[in-house]
C-alpha cells in the first residue's frame, strides 16, 4: 500500500519518482534526472499546491507530476527501447493504492452521470470521474 495519500504522488514527482524506483520501472540514474528536473522546473512540493525554485512560484495542476515525469522520456528500468508513458506511471500508481486501473473510453462515458453525480471542482481537485452509478 501506499505510504503518502494517493493525490501526492500524482502532484509531487519526489514522491512518484520514489514509487516508480520501488517497483523497478526506473533506475537510480533515472530517479536523480526526475529529482533534479523537478527542481529546476520551479516545484518543491505537491502538498502544498505551489512550489518554489529561484524564487519562482509554480502553481500546481492535478495530475502534473505524472505529465512532467511522463515528458522527460525515461526508459523503463532494464529496456533502453521503451518510454515510460503516462498510463505506465498511473499503472504503478494504481497497483501500490490497490485500486484498480482502467482505461476510460470517452465514447462510453454517461454524460449525465458524469456532471451530476460530482461537483467538477471537486472531481478536479481529487481527479475522480465517476463511471457509473448503480441502484437509485
Not at 526526475?34 to 502538498?47: L, R, T, V
Not at 512532467?68 to 501500490?96: C, N, P, R, T, Y
Request: charged residues 30%.
Amino acid at each position: 500500500m501506499l505510504k503518502f495519500p494517493l493525490m501526492s504522488y500524482t502532484n509531487d514527482a519526489r514522491k512518484l519518482a520514489q514509487l516508480l524506483l520501488k517497483a523497478k520501472r526506473i533506475i537510480r540514474e533515472d530517479f536523480d534526472r526526475i529529482i533534479s528536473a523537478w527542481g529546476e522546473a520551479g516545484f518543491d512540493s505537491g502538498d502544498s499546491g505551489k512550489g518554489s525554485a529561484k524564487g519562482k512560484k509554480k502553481e500546481q495542476q492535478p495530475g502534473n507530476a505524472v505529465r512532467f515525469i511522463a515528458g522527460l522520456k525515461i526508459s523503463f528500468a532494464g529496456h533502453k527501447e521503451k518510454i515510460l508513458g503516462e498510463e505506465d506511471i498511473v499503472k504503478v500508481i494504481s497497483a501500490a493504492s490497490g485500486i484498480p486501473y482502467r482505461k476510460i473510453d470517452p465514447l462510453e462515458l454517461d454524460i449525465d452521470t458524469v456532471t451530476r453525480t460530482i461537483p467538477k471542482p471537486f472531481a478536479l481537485k481529487h481527479m475522480i470521474l465517476p463511471l457509473y452509478q448503480s441502484g437509485d
